[in-house]
């Protein structure tokens, strides 16, 4: 490890800074402003990573030399064996003034870090933060070295790009159970030896903090017996945040006497109350016309529910995907990429059903009437440029000549909703990870209530995943986004031009 700190300069120097790292700093920083203020914070937040990537290689040399030591001593001591790795987290704990978590962390790191000298390099480097460099070292130390060192190169040109970490440690799962699901399966059940526990710690004010490492079908199974009950039991206008909600409804399941969900609105007509029929009235903070909610589940202030009883209804079955040609890794819905072994017991059990992968073969997503020439003819009406991957049709027709019959109709069909969900699986807005059937679909360019074929219409290529809250910030026009034909999207600030790019799952 020591080679690589010393062979390895970051390949790229980072540009000059007006920083001074001194108490003069404070002013120069006032003073900043549009682009130049972003680049600087880049800058500086590079030279950061940088130090911290030197600093995470050298406490694993800190512990690595005193397990060296301790080794020694456990050959001619067995019984002190178990205590070598507690006493080298412990001096890096020490010697670093950190905590003994994080002196872990860098430890468990630098150990994968000796067996992948590219993510090494590219962690000094800095442009990677270390959160995501820890996933990629996590995941490929499943495979063997010949696997691991094919795979390193496209995990970090998934780690370079614009996307959260959970996006990214779910496709470098997918490629490690594609690679070697032999592997997968192995280090699920070795992950669960090591690491499945529920800890109660107290915390203040009369609380406790609840932290669980689960199996991830019993932790899907909880948050929706969670949301079920709260739907059932608790209208709009209960007035507490929905943290609250939560954990109300957590104690209600738990049998904890007393804790019984009920809504605290103090309507004496409460809407939470049994009745035959259900309005529809999803609310948005900004303009109804734009919003389209891919996934069931949002609060109705108009919404009847069950009377409360001491169980919630009953809750649907998640969801396991899995391809009849065996050629795509399977998916638990809600969760991401499992192994094969994994979904195959889940799909023989009762808390899961399998579902065939929707089909997203060109035959299925191309119908009738639409074409790339048009989506080049109306590229080149806009003045945009025709590359490898040029931007889908400017007009928000999505390469139609004319409209299908779905198309001028605000409401998405569900089978076009699927394929939007499917192809896209993440909100798609900069580093936001929030999965596609828990997020709205929005018209990239806006839909024309007055006039449907003049606007942009309800076609494939003009229809993409946005959480509620970034959904908001494109209205906002802070950042507006560009889909090209490969399904990325540009996102261009309108306060400095910079553009950021973001990726299906």
Same mark, same amino acid.
């Not at 030896?193 to 004010?205: G, L, V």
């Not at 016309?289 to 069931?296: G, L, N």
């Not at 969760?335 to 992968?357: C, K, S, T």
């Not at 309800?458 to 209205?475: A, E, I, S």
């Given at each position: %490890?020591?080679?690589?700190?010393?062979?390895?300069?970051?390949?790229?120097?980072?540009?000059?800074?007006?920083?001074?790292?001194? =108490?003069?700093?404070?002013?120069?920083?006032?003073?900043? =402003?549009?682009?130049?203020?972003?680049?600087?914070?880049?800058?500086?937040?590079?030279?950061?990573?940088?130090?911290?990537?030197?600093?995470?290689?050298?406490?694993?040399?800190?512990?690595?030399?005193?397990?060296?030591? %301790?080794?020694?001593?456990?050959?001619?001591? #067995?019984?002190?064996?178990?205590?070598? &790795?507690?006493?080298?987290?412990?001096?890096?704990?020490?010697?670093?003034?950190?905590?003994?978590?994080?002196?872990?962390?860098?430890?468990?790191?630098?150990?994968?870090?000796?067996?992948?000298?590219?993510?090494?390099? $590219?962690?000094?480097? *800095?442009?990677?933060?270390? =959160?995501?460099?820890?996933?990629?070292?996590?995941?490929?130390?499943?495979?063997?070295? @010949?696997?691991?060192?094919?795979?390193?190169?496209?995990?970090?040109?998934?780690?370079?790009?614009?996307?959260?970490?959970?996006?990214?440690?779910?496709?470098?799962?997918?490629?490690?159970? !594609?690679?070697?699901?032999?592997?997968?399966? /192995?280090?699920?059940?070795?992950?669960?030896?090591?690491?499945?526990?529920?800890?109660?710690?107290?915390?203040?004010?009369?609380?406790?903090?609840?932290?669980?490492?689960?199996?991830?079908?019993?932790?899907?199974?909880?948050?929706?017996?969670?949301?079920?009950?709260? &739907?059932?039991?608790?209208?709009?206008?209960?007035?507490?945040?929905?943290?609250?909600?939560?954990?109300?409804?957590?104690?209600?399941?738990?049998?904890?006497?007393?804790?019984?969900?009920?809504?605290?609105?103090?309507?004496? /007509?409460?809407?939470?109350?049994?009745?035959?029929? +259900?309005?529809?009235?999803?609310?948005?903070?900004?303009?109804? $016309? /734009?919003?389209?909610?891919?996934? /069931?589940?949002?609060?109705?202030? +108009?919404?009847?529910?069950?009377?409360?009883?001491?169980?919630?209804?009953?809750?649907?079955?998640? +969801?396991?995907?899995?391809?009849?040609? *065996?050629?795509?890794?399977?998916?638990?819905?809600?969760?991401?990429?499992?192994?094969?072994?994994?979904?195959?017991?889940?799909? !023989?059990?009762?808390?899961?059903?399998?579902?065939?992968? #929707?089909?997203?073969?060109?035959?299925?997503?191309?119908?009738?009437?639409?074409?790339?020439?048009? %989506?080049? @003819?109306?590229?080149?009406?806009?003045?945009?440029? &025709?590359?490898?991957?040029?931007?889908?049709?400017?007009?928000?027709?999505?390469?139609?000549? $004319?409209?299908?019959?779905?198309?001028?109709?605000?409401?998405?069909?569900?089978?076009?909703?699927?394929?939007?969900?499917?192809?896209?699986?993440?909100?798609?807005?900069?580093?936001?990870?929030?999965? !596609? +059937?828990?997020?709205?679909?929005?018209?990239?360019?806006?839909?024309?209530?007055?006039?449907?074929?003049?606007?942009?219409?309800?076609?494939?290529?003009?229809?993409?995943?946005?959480?509620?809250?970034?959904?908001?910030?494109?209205?906002? *026009?802070?950042?507006?986004?560009? %889909?090209?034909?490969?399904?990325?999207?540009?996102?261009?600030?309108?306060?400095?031009?910079?553009?950021?790019?973001?990726?299906?799952?």
């Amino acid at each position: %490890m020591t080679d690589i700190i010393d062979d390895h300069a970051p390949t790229s120097p980072s540009p000059p800074s007006p920083l001074s790292f001194t =108490s003069t700093d404070l002013d120069t920083i006032g003073h900043l =402003s549009g682009v130049e203020l972003n680049e600087v914070a880049r800058t500086t937040q590079r030279l950061a990573r940088q130090a911290e990537a030197r600093t995470a290689l050298l406490a694993y040399r800190i512990g690595e030399s005193i397990a060296d030591d %301790m080794l020694v001593v456990a050959a001619t001591r #067995p019984h002190t064996h178990h205590a070598v &790795d507690k006493a080298a987290i412990a001096e890096i704990s020490l010697q670093l003034g950190i905590s003994r978590s994080l002196a872990r962390r860098y430890a468990v790191l630098g150990a994968h870090l000796t067996d992948l000298p590219d993510t090494a390099t $590219a962690f000094l480097d *800095g442009h990677i933060r270390l =959160s995501r460099i820890e996933i990629v070292a996590d995941q490929l130390s499943v495979l063997d070295s @010949s696997l691991r060192a094919n795979a390193e190169p496209l995990a970090l040109e998934l780690a370079r790009r614009t996307s959260a970490d959970s996006t990214l440690r779910d496709q470098l799962a997918e490629l490690v159970i !594609a690679l070697d699901p032999d592997a997968a399966t /192995d280090a699920r059940h070795d992950f669960a030896e090591r690491n499945q526990n529920i800890h109660i710690r107290p915390d203040t004010h009369g609380h406790v903090t609840l932290d669980g490492c689960l199996p991830a079908e019993q932790g899907l199974h909880l948050a929706q017996r969670i949301s079920t009950l709260i &739907d059932e039991r608790l209208c709009s206008d209960d007035p507490r945040p929905q943290g609250r909600r939560r954990v109300a409804a957590l104690a209600d399941i738990q049998g904890l006497p007393g804790a019984h969900l009920t809504c605290h609105c103090g309507n004496p /007509d409460c809407p939470a109350t049994p009745s035959d029929t +259900e309005t529809d009235c999803d609310a948005a903070p900004f303009d109804e $016309a /734009d919003v389209e909610v891919a996934a /069931d589940g949002a609060t109705c202030d +108009e919404r009847n529910t069950e009377e409360p009883t001491a169980e919630p209804a009953q809750q649907t079955a998640l +969801e396991v995907l899995i391809d009849p040609a *065996g050629v795509e890794v399977p998916r638990l819905v809600g969760f991401g990429a499992i192994d094969p072994a994994h979904a195959a017991e889940l799909a !023989a059990g009762v808390i899961a059903r399998p579902v065939a992968f #929707p089909d997203l073969t060109a035959a299925n997503l191309t119908s009738p009437g639409l074409t790339l020439a048009t %989506m080049a @003819s109306n590229l080149a009406a806009q003045g945009l440029p &025709d590359n490898p991957a040029p931007p889908a049709d400017p007009t928000g027709h999505g390469g139609y000549l $004319a409209p299908p019959a779905w198309a001028p109709r605000y409401r998405i069909p569900d089978w076009l909703r699927e394929q939007v969900i499917a192809l896209h699986g993440v909100c798609r807005f900069p580093e936001c990870g929030k999965p !596609a +059937e828990h997020a709205e679909l929005d018209h990239l360019v806006k839909f024309n209530h007055a006039d449907p074929h003049a606007g942009g219409w309800t076609v494939l290529f003009n229809l993409v995943p946005l959480c509620g809250p970034d959904h908001q910030r494109k209205h906002l *026009g802070i950042w507006t986004p560009t %889909m090209h034909t490969d399904l990325s999207i540009t996102w261009t600030s309108t306060r400095t031009g910079e553009t950021i790019t973001t990726y299906p799952r």
